[in-house]
């Protein structure tokens, strides 16, 4: 089921809400949690039945596994192994959906095979329950569970506001607040916020992502000799798109994960005001950072920087500044975890550029930041060129996102390639812009200056309508986003104190004299804007995040 | 060892892995205090700690620390173990 459909809004919505704080009150809180996880299953069933079953399969697969591994006090020999085959089943089951088909086409394409396999269907949110269990395999195997009872178990993978496409969850943050009693009380105040998230999340996908995706459709479909000013709006577009629907479908998860009393972490914060890359990836998709920190990165530093120190080689920061100790300490660690990370969103190569990329662009602002002078020693730079200096930081870190996300986006390789060879200029500006004759008049001595410059052609209406109208239209919706974007507080720092995120962020100091209440007006205000995106809601597209 | 020992020895070692030698270091002190401690630092300060005092800590142990006086008291639990 989808969010942003009528028969989540206007009937599953609210009879779960009713149904669960009836059922907390008249029979305690055990069955408001059996009845939360039903209603996950029918959400997660309205769109495929078939696949619960491998839902339910998948959980009573990691629920037994997890009852098997204990922790280092009272842990059996072999433990290992069972950890290992666990994590081996669900990677199995992930690559079997995700890569062996793709994998077998190519055999196919290239000769290898004769036999065309074909595809098939990839059950939806497959990933992100297959990395929650993950997580928590992991964890009881380090003995850091506490709660092993099934009940909060099978509600933490399914809970439906996560389940599909994230936060993800981890499960020291959640289970206890399934097993507290408070959960299951009715506040109006969770349900007042968790509804204006959850309508600023709606706003965000209906009305600005969709608002935008044929635009970024159209692009990236016919990519030939794209040139300067095409490039530059079809990856902006894109690139907004891409913000827009991920950090909304996060904030709607985020807003109805409140309305049951749960409070979920925090997955965008203003990722695009980033001044660094380091930065913007503990600003975008903070849960998946957060994942990859835990399981891969921690992991590989540790393994590298012990085998340094009984090797007898340093591990300090002056050790990661010769070239050795970087390589092994920074680059290694950071290069894998984010090359797996760009192998997880698909099997095309691609993705794996996409990965790479970022593990080029943390490798080198790792680099910057132990090779530069350390701030006390730089002289006082003069205070007028701050602002100067934030802007062409946050510029260079969004050109590098923008550049790796054109490769995220496109059907293949080249066709990125030609796109990003666009935006540097390499395939012209496709300037001239054409003006009507009898429009040049307006444009004084400037006009003649422009022509004779070749910047401006002189032609029909027709062609300028066609030409000049879009690049307008194109500027001016760059510059409405680029407002929003990254100048305006986002959702959370509006809600302030009321913010229903596990994570707090900090407020943004111009925006401070904006505190939200719950008012008469904010209501009429969410209100209006949930009627008003429900009107969008049949040109929806699914979201994108729906596809890893 | 006593807690004190050991904070003067981990103290000594942050200050050597963040390559600021002037940094004081209380039992409260955090990683979001202090500049440059980020997750690639707090790696190498808990590998250069388990070197140190001889001590191995588990990859979920590392990741709960929430300030140096935690870290103090893993290392006191691993040592009294060990005897």
């Known amino acids: 089921m989808l969010f942003n459909s009528y028969v989540f809004l206007c009937v599953f919505l609210p009879i779960s809400v009713i149904a669960f704080y009836v059922a907390a009150h008249a029979f305690g809180s055990r069955a408001a949690k059996i009845l939360l996880c039903v209603a996950s299953f029918v959400f997660y069933g309205w769109w495929n039945p078939a696949f619960i079953i491998l839902l339910v399969g998948s959980i009573a697969f990691n629920y037994f596994i997890s009852l098997k591994l204990k922790g280092e006090e009272d842990r059996k020999p072999g433990q290992g192994w069972v950890l290992a085959f666990g994590v081996t089943a669900n990677l199995g089951l992930l690559f079997y959906y995700k890569y062996l088909f793709p994998l077998l086409g190519f055999f196919h394409s290239i000769g290898l095979s004769h036999f065309d396999y074909g595809s098939v269907i990839l059950p939806i949110g497959i990933s992100f329950f297959t990395f929650t269990q993950i997580g928590y395999l992991v964890d009881c195997h380090q003995g850091l569970v506490k709660d092993r009872g099934i009940l909060n178990y099978v509600l933490f993978v399914t809970f439906f506001p996560h389940l599909i496409a994230g936060p993800i969850l981890h499960h020291r943050e959640v289970m206890p607040q399934f097993a507290d009693d408070q959960t299951y009380c009715l506040k109006v105040f969770n349900l007042v916020t968790g509804l204006t998230l959850f309508a600023a999340g709606m706003v965000k996908k209906v009305l600005l992502a969709d608002t935008l995706a044929p635009w970024a459709e159209m692009g990236f479909s016919h990519i030939d000799h794209i040139t300067f000013f095409h490039a530059w709006s079809i990856a902006l577009a894109y690139s907004m798109q891409l913000y827009f629907d991920f950090s909304g479908y996060s904030d709607m998860a985020i807003g109805l994960g409140i309305m049951f009393g749960v409070r979920l972490p925090l997955n965008f914060n203003s990722p695009y005001k980033s001044a660094s890359i380091i930065e913007f990836w503990q600003r975008w998709h903070m849960t998946l950072t957060r994942y990859l920190t835990l399981l891969l990165y921690n992991p590989i530093a540790l393994w590298v920087n012990r085998r340094r120190q009984r090797a007898g080689m340093p591990v300090s920061k002056a050790a990661a500044s010769t070239l050795p100790g970087f390589a092994s300490m920074i680059a290694l660690p950071t290069f894998t975890t984010m090359f797996l990370a760009g192998l997880w969103h698909g099997a095309g190569l691609q993705y794996l550029i996409y990965g790479m990329l970022h593990g080029i662009y943390l490798t080198v602002n790792h680099a910057w930041r132990i090779l530069r002078p350390t701030p006390s020693k730089i002289k006082h730079a003069p205070e007028q060129f701050s602002l100067l200096r934030i802007t062409c930081k946050i510029a260079l870190t969004y050109v590098a996102v923008l550049v790796a996300q054109i490769y995220f986006r496109a059907n293949n390789v080249s066709d990125a390639t030609d796109l990003v060879a666009g935006m540097f200029g390499l395939n012209g500006s496709g300037l001239p812009i054409v003006i009507p004759a009898n429009n040049l008049k307006y444009l004084g001595s400037f006009g003649e200056f422009f022509t004779s410059h070749g910047l401006l052609t002189v032609g029909l209406r027709e062609i300028y309508n066609s030409v000049t109208l879009p690049l307008a239209t194109n500027l001016a919706t760059a510059v409405a986003f680029g407002v929003i974007t990254f100048w305006a507080p986002n959702i959370y720092q509006i809600l302030g104190d009321a913010s229903p995120a596990l994570t707090k962020v900090k407020p943004d100091a111009h925006w401070q004299w904006i505190v939200w209440k719950p008012s008469l007006f904010n209501a009429v205000l969410v209100g209006l804007l949930l009627f008003v995106a429900s009107i969008y809601f049949d040109r929806a597209a699914r979201f994108l995040y729906f596809q890893f | ?83």
Request: aromatic share 4%.
């Open chain 2, 1 to 83: 060892m006593t807690k004190d020992e050991v904070l003067s020895q981990v103290s000594d070692i942050i200050r050597d892995v963040l390559d600021q030698p002037e940094l004081q270091v209380t039992m409260d002190t955090t990683a979001d205090e202090v500049e440059g401690w980020d997750s690639f630092n707090h790696i190498n300060i808990v590998v250069a700690t388990e070197a140190s005092f001889h001590v191995k800590f588990n990859t979920a142990e590392v990741e709960e620390l929430k300030n140096v006086g935690e870290l103090v008291d893993l290392v006191l639990k691993r040592l009294a173990s060990k005897k």
